[in-house]
């Protein structure tokens, strides 16, 4: 007999099923609530709420673990790739050498994008956020594929249909930031691997030639990104996906989703808090006490995580790896020290420790793409492209379960009470 909640309202009890997770996650199982009680639950920014079940990835926000099918982030971070941690999110496997070259073809072969999509890019201002320019060129999509329109799309479809998105996304990004530095556009070149590829039509031209190990760097920093099971942007994707429509319309509810500044747009907002800092002449205990205060709206950007309540086991990781490519690349950042001595600050102080507030996945990622030379407009378009796998992994799951449902929550009203329509020459 599975375990069972039982609920007392008004009077009577009501039992309801308990649902246990693989690695012993517990949930009330709340489907036949208000057929049985007329109640609903009510539960602002979703803090108790489960909104589906996965095999994708594991978050234990109280032990600062995350796995992907099972594999600890650390071991992908160390070992893996970028495009074999996507096919793992993808498929639930490994994938064999012959899967990942067949895998890494399919996307290879989407190694351009139409010229009308290129039109609609030449339109926007260089000063355009690079954010709505990638969202926007990813719904130009649609018209440009209608075959992938056709929901509900055969399996091989919608993996053909992956592999585009995975592609000509990167594409889309390279292309308008070589329109914002006037450069001329770089063909993609697949035989570089995705992020030699990437850094290559970003940077190429004039004797540039991609450094094995920043590429390898790049690379992790995209496994570090790839998924974290139902955070904002993976539920607006699984929101818009689950009215059936179709791949481009739903990865730009994750991409503007994934912009705002308490989200993605943390990472640009890390960078621009640091230079504040540094403006200000670097007395980064100031800013501490400005995300104190209570009447100051200022938060210290890169810090806390709704599920991650000791440490981001991505952010000690790229802690690591700052050192290590600012090393190689003889950068030396005084935002990284900045940074340093914020992080130090803030774990010792007590307003931090007592709300679990550590440094995430943001705080230390934008020091690493300025390393690299990307801009800060576009650090949040590098978090898309590592999202991207994860978000078409969790859209893929949702698609191929049966019993999925249409999302619709429900509400608790608190307007007002009926009344009847009164002439304007009357009010
Ligand atoms: C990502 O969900 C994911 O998995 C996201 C992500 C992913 O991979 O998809 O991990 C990526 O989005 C990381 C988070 C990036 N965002 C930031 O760095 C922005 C700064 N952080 C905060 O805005 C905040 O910590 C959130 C949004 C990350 C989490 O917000 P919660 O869970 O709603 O927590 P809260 O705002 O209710 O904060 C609880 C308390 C409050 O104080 P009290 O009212 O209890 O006195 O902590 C305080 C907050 O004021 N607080 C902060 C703070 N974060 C929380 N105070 C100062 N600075 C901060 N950064």
């Given at each position: ?12 009890k009501f039992e309801l099923?308990v649902?246990e997770?693989?690695e ?5 199982d709340i489907r036949?609530?208000?057929?049985k009680?007329?109640y609903i639950?009510l539960?602002?920014?979703y803090m108790?709420t489960g ?8 978050l234990?926000g109280e032990?600062?673990i995350?796995?992907?099918r ?12 970028f495009?074999?941690t996507?096919?793992?999110?993808t ?5 064999t050498?012959?899967?990942l ?12 994008i139409p ?7 030449d ?5 355009a ?9 990813t719904?130009s999509l649609s ?8 929901m509900p799309?055969?399996p091989?479809?919608?993996i053909?249909a992956?592999a585009?998105v ?11 930031y070589r329109?914002t530095?006037?450069?001329?556009f770089?063909?993609?070149k697949?035989?570089?691997g995705w992020?030699g590829?990437f850094?290559?039509m970003?940077?190429?031209g ?6 094995p190990e920043?590429a390898?760097?790049?690379d992790t ?5 790839a ?11 699984r929101?818009?996906?689950?009215s059936?429509a ?5 990865i730009?509810g994750?991409?503007?989703a994934l ?7 943390a990472?640009?907002a890390v960078?621009?808090m ?8 670097g007395?980064y205990?100031k800013f501490l006490a400005?995300?104190?205060d209570?009447?100051?709206?200022f938060?210290l950007m890169g810090?806390?995580h ?7 086991p ?9 050192d ?14 900045i940074?340093?001595g ?6 010792s102080?007590?307003y931090?420790?007592e ?15 300025r390393?690299?030379g990307i801009?800060t407009n576009?650090?949040?378009v590098?978090f898309v ?6 978000w078409?992994?969790?859209?893929k799951?949702?698609r191929?379960?049966p019993?999925q ?12 009470n ?9 009010r």
């Open positions: 007999m599975s375990k069972q909640a039982v609920l007392e309202l008004d009077g009577k099923p649902i997770g693989t012993g996650e517990l949930a009330i036949e609530l208000r057929a009680t007329g639950t539960d602002n920014g108790n909104s589906c079940e996965s095999k994708i990835t594991f234990d032990n600062g995350l796995r992907y099972g594999y600890p982030i650390e071991q992908l971070a160390e070992k893996s790739t495009m074999e996507s096919y793992l999110l498929f639930g496997e490994l994938p050498k012959q899967q070259e067949n895998f890494k073809g399919d996307i290879s072969s989407y190694s351009s010229h009308g999509v290129k039109k609609i890019l339109q926007f201002p260089t000063t956020h690079p954010m709505g320019v990638v969202a926007s060129a719904a018209g440009f594929n209608p075959e992938f329109l056709n799309l055969p091989e479809t919608r053909k992956i585009q995975i592609s000509q996304i990167k594409i889309i990004a390279a292309y308008f329109r530095v006037h450069k001329d770089i063909e993609s697949p035989e570089l992020s590829d850094l290559n970003m940077f190429g004039d004797g540039y030639k991609v450094d920043i390898k760097a790049l920093l995209l496994i570090l990104h998924d974290h099971e139902q955070n904002c942007s993976t539920s607006a994707v929101l818009v996906g689950s059936q179709n791949i481009f319309a739903v730009v994750g991409i503007d912009w705002g500044q308490l989200h993605g747009g990472n640009q960078l621009e640091l230079e504040l800092i540094k403006k200000d002449g007395d205990k400005k995300a104190k209570k009447n100051d709206p938060k810090f806390g709704r599920v991650y309540k000791n440490f981001d991505r952010a000690t990781i790229i802690k690591k790896a700052c290590t490519i600012l090393a190689k690349l003889g950068v030396v950042d005084p935002l990284l020290d940074a340093r914020l992080e130090e600050a803030a774990l102080d007590d931090f420790k709300r679990n507030l550590y440094p995430n996945v943001d705080f230390y990622s934008g020091i690493i793409y390393a690299l801009p576009m650090f949040t590098m492209l590592g999202r991207i796998p994860g078409l992994s969790q859209w799951e949702m191929e379960d019993a449902k249409i999302a619709r929550p429900r509400q608790i009203y608190t307007g007002a009926a009344r009847d329509y009164v002439s304007i020459d009357k």
